[in-house]
């Protein structure tokens, strides 16, 4: 008889594990019966969401640097045996062609919808059963180390029996419901190490209560730059940079997405209050530079400080910036640049290329696009993704605690994972024929 793959989860990582056991891209004798169940009413429905739709499903670039993880050996590990390359190919086999903008990696179509329904038609081509509606509650061990899914399908309680099962339940990022809570409950039930699951590349609430603060985002709000943003922690220093949008409540964009994961453990798993953000909102150029740029405009005496960093910095910016100055450091800095000698200029200079903000808190798990934390990674094998305390039990994707920046690398864990843990099964069950 066949042995039976139960996957829970029909997302990226879910349906690639399915398609590589499948025999898809992996050459086994079809030896099994696999079934996916996911909760959603159709599947891969976060894929649709993926690249503002556009679904960027990996990177040039990928190396383990751009994986947040307790021991960066194992992301490398799991990408040396999958790969960016590998992906790429996959995906060519399932007739689609990527395009690469800067690394990103895209379907040719630019549409997320396109790999969603590549993946469920060579699914359906490869026999996998996919069952919708089907929520999983519990999963238990039989005393022959077979396993029963406790479910509720389409609102009825059924059980379904596996030999095999793959945990690709992913996290609630991006999601109304909660749909993983009672798989995190088994997964700890039956002995895994779980670090709680926190929002991550999600925007951060800035500390308002300096009136300072309260006007420039409420003016700034809006605005897009460039900036390089840092923050030090226990001697540690985190930087990035790349696109800043300050919104209303805070900031946003990709470089405060990049430091989200650093920023969310400390608040909402350490409960840290005291996060200090220094802006640079002219990375590009030091200090000097922009000294004796600013000194070739003196030649305009009447010129205002506003018109002057206008000439370097979005105007609403500037103003904001100019007046956060004022408020916090120097209320006596008068508007013109005559009244504005070199070592004044240069405070302020300084102030914009350290702008201090103080971070309250994280966007919630709805308004982010991963989680950080899940299954401890030693718990899990190396080489095949099985749990090390249950025999047969797997692991894919976001569940485990690994995750990845922005730019597809968080896709691309999806891809290796599965296929990881896909290959394993489909190897164990021509052993065990
Ligand atoms: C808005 C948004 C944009 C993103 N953009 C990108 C991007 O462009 N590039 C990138 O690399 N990453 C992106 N990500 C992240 C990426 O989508 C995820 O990291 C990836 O989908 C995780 O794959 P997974 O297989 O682990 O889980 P998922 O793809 O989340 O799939 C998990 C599946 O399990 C099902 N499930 C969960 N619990 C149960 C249960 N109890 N019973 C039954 N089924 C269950 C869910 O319904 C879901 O279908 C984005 C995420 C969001 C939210």
Redesign the pocket.
């Known amino acids: 008889m066949k042995k039976r793959l139960i996957i ?9 594990a399915a398609l590589v056991a499948a025999g898809s891209h992996f050459e086994n004798k079809n030896s099994l019966d696999i079934i996916i ?4 009413d159709t ?5 649709l ?4 739709g ?6 040039i670039n990928t190396d383990d640097s751009k994986y947040y993880c307790t021991n960066k050996q194992f992301v490398k590990s799991i990408l040396e045996q999958f790969g960016q390359n590998e992906v790429i190919q996959a995906f060519r086999q399932l007739g689609i062609t990527l395009k690469d903008k800067n690394g990103y990696m895209y379907p040719a179509s630019m549409q ?1 919808l396109t790999v969603s329904q590549s993946l469920i038609s060579a699914l359906r081509i490869s026999g996998v059963s996919l069952v919708n509606n ?4 519990k999963i238990s061990v039989n005393p022959d180390n077979t396993f029963c899914l406790e ?1 509720s399908e389409n609102e009825n309680q059924k059980q379904y029996q596996g030999d095999y099962v793959i945990v ?8 109304k419901s909660d ?2 809570s ?2 995190i409950k088994s997964i700890k039930c039956l002995g895994h190490r779980f670090n709680r699951l926190v929002p991550s ?1 999600c925007s951060l609430y800035a500390d308002k209560r300096n009136d300072g603060y309260k006007e420039f985002f409420k003016k700034v709000s809006g605005v897009r730059t460039e900036i390089k943003a840092g923050l030090t922690y226990m001697g540690e220093k985190y930087f990035a940079t790349g696109e800043l949008q300050v919104t209303e409540y805070g900031l946003s964009g990709i470089v405060i997405f990049e430091l989200s994961h650093v920023i969310s453990t400390l608040i909402n798993r350490e409960k840290k209050s005291d996060i200090n953000l220094d802006i640079d909102f002219l990375p590009e150029y030091d200090e000097v530079e922009i000294l004796a740029f600013l000194k070739s405009q003196l030649h305009y005496p009447k010129k205002s400080l506003l018109d002057l960093f206008s000439g370097i910095l979005n105007s609403k910016l500037a103003l904001g910036l100019l007046k956060l100055y004022t408020s916090l450091c120097d209320s006596s800095t008068k508007p013109f640049i005559k009244n504005c000698p070199d070592e004044k200029m240069l405070q302020l200079l300084h102030f914009i290329k350290n702008a201090p903000f103080k971070i309250k808190g994280t966007n919630d798990t709805l308004h ?3 989680c950080s934390g899940g299954v401890d990674i030693s718990d899990i094998s190396w080489d095949t993704l099985e749990s090390n305390v249950i025999k047969n039990l797997y692991f ?4 485990i605690d690994v ?2 920046i ?9 891809w290796s ?2 296929y990881i843990a896909g290959r394993s099964i489909a190897n164990d069950s021509n052993i065990a024929d």
């Open positions: 829970i989860g029909a997302g990226a990582s879910g349906m690639f169940l996911d909760a959603n599947p891969g429905k976060k894929i969401m993926t690249g503002n556009r679904c960027n499903l990996c990177n997320a089907c929520y999983v509650q479910v690709a339940c992913g996290s609630n990022a991006g999601l749909n993983v009672d798989i590349l982010s696009q991963v894919t994707g976001e569940i995750d990845g922005c730019g597809g690398y968080n896709l691309q864990w999806a994972t599965g």
